[in-house]
């Protein structure tokens, strides 16, 4: 069993940077792949990012270039570093273990807004 919580949203305005970080109740060393979803409003979750155990990440092209995905082993710990915000990534988080999206976290609000 892992539990997952993210950290680290907030209200930013555009053109800004916010770190989200997922904590995982227990080690993540032997989960291949770890990713982050988001939801805005009316819309389904959608995959954004995913790191493997190796550090090998894949990106959807809408963040591609503004999003790094990265994964810290030894303190249970998954990183979205987010810069050059736009109102467009407002949705809420959600760490999730992959392939499998067995286990969820509570997701983190990002709103991007002036």
């Known amino acids: 069993q892992v539990q997952l919580v993210e950290s680290g949203g907030g209200l930013v305005q555009p053109g800004g940077s916010l770190r989200l970080s997922c904590v995982a109740s227990?080690?993540?060393?032997?989960?291949?792949?770890m990713g982050w979803y988001r939801q805005s409003a009316g819309n389904p979750r959608e995959f954004i990012a995913s790191?493997?155990?190796?550090?090998?990440?894949i990106y959807v092209n809408s963040v591609k270039g503004r999003f790094t995905v990265s994964r810290d082993n030894a303190k249970n710990t998954v990183y979205l570093q987010m810069n050059s915000l736009k109102p467009e990534d407002t949705a809420v988080y959600y760490c999730?273990?992959?392939?499998?999206?067995?286990?969820w976290g509570q997701g983190t609000q990002v709103t991007v807004s002036s």
């Open positions: 999730v273990t992959l392939p499998d999206l067995n286990y």
């Open positions: 227990g080690s993540i060393a032997s989960i291949n792949n």
């Open positions: 790191v493997s155990s190796s550090g090998n990440t």
